[in-house]
């Protein structure tokens, strides 16, 4: 089942036991949505054109080019968000990337504004239907080739692409990738989980992780602003409203959004780890593929995982980098330091 932007209703995040003639449940629509995006893009300064690039299925990605004459001859820097993000979200970091190379975001299928079909249940499967809407993209977009940028679950996308698709990939940046280590075994006995946590998890593990934001209704917005009172703070040069927290809502509560969710719900094991980890695969990376890792010095993302890639690509290009002052959110966070560390890496290529 297929569900077009454009084709949404206002009404879609609503219990099924509230009559029709009630208010939406969630105050959200595909308009806010894209009207919450168009704020947190409103302060840019470089020209830029918007999309929807068709895909197989009838599927669209919602699509941000920054393609600039001086810059063409570049090999293009592709964005990949995070769990829960879009395009907008790289608001302070668009004017000066694109500065130098082709610059393109994408909100990933199922996610932001692009389409949300169903989602194979089995993890592999899920993760080819991300990697191929990838490919179908960049094919629709002429690219013959491309440096991929991944935070979080983009940074897992962007290696499974790359293994899949080498010959399309001259650079990887992983930004505190997600879903590269194992499950500890010893996870239990050295840090033990209470109880009632346990209790909780097994009470709420068959619903999606952004559930309790629908549950509270109209209460949602309020509840973004105040239990991520620091997304304010990240981008407090360019806003000092509640702008990044609305768009954060609009993202993640409109009801067909949650067809990414489960997708990524999906791929993953208790406690947000990996059922397919990608250390398992890196060996499958060509290594004459390089590779940056960027971490925050203040994320509590285990690092390791960097250490050991660079460990098992021996003959490889691989840097590690952190940025201080930093925490998961890093391209937010530190966006002048970021910046400046992506696109020495982008300078490696050409």
């Known amino acids: 089942m297929l569900v077009k932007p454009g084709e949404l209703s206002s009404c879609l995040c609503r219990w099924c036991w509230i009559p029709n003639w009630l208010p939406s449940w969630c105050p959200t629509s595909e308009k806010q949505l894209q009207t919450a995006e168009d704020k947190m893009l409103r302060y840019l300064n470089t020209a830029f054109s918007k999309q929807y690039v068709p895909i197989s299925g009838g599927n669209l990605l919602w699509t941000l080019d920054f393609s600039s004459d001086t810059a063409r001859d570049k090999t293009p820097l ?29 909100d990933l299928l199922g996610f932001g504004q692009s389409s949300r079909p169903l989602f194979s249940s089995d993890a592999s499967e899920a993760e080819d239907q991300f990697v191929e809407s990838i490919e179908q993209w960049r094919a629709k977009m002429g690219l013959e080739s491309m440096i991929l940028l991944g935070h979080n679950l983009g940074g897992y996308l962007a290696v499974s692409y790359a293994i899949k698709y080498p010959e399309r990939v001259k650079h990887i940046v992983l930004v505190e990738p997600w879903g590269f280590p194992e499950r500890p075994d010893t996870v239990e006995s050295d840090r033990p989980i209470p109880v009632w946590i346990k ?29 991520r009172p620091d997304f304010k703070k990240k981008f407090s040069a360019m806003f000092s409203d509640n702008t990044v927290s609305d768009y954060i809502y609009h993202l993640n509560v409109l009801l067909p959004t949650i067809i990414g969710e489960t997708a990524f719900k999906n791929m993953t094991i208790p406690y947000g780890w990996a059922k397919r980890p990608m250390l398992e695969r890196m060996d ?60 020495q890496a982008c300078d490696k290529v050409d």
């Open 78 to 106: 592709v964005l990949i968000h995070g769990f829960g993000g879009g395009v907008g979200l790289w608001a302070q970091n668009l004017d000066d990337l694109s500065q130098y190379r082709p610059i393109f975001a994408l």
């Open 199 to 227: 209790a909780l998890g097994a009470m709420f593990s068959p619903f999606n992780p952004l559930a309790g934001l629908r549950l509270v209704g109209p209460l949602g917005p309020t509840l973004v602003q105040t239990l």
């Open 284 to 343: 499958q990376l060509r290594p004459e593929i390089p590779l940056t890792i960027i971490y925050g010095s203040r994320s509590s993302i285990d690092s390791n995982s960097g250490s050991t890639i660079k460990e098992m690509r021996p003959h490889s290009h691989v840097e590690i980098i952190t940025i201080r002052g930093a925490g998961h959110y890093v391209y937010a966070d530190q966006p002048e330091d970021f910046n400046h560390q992506v696109l």
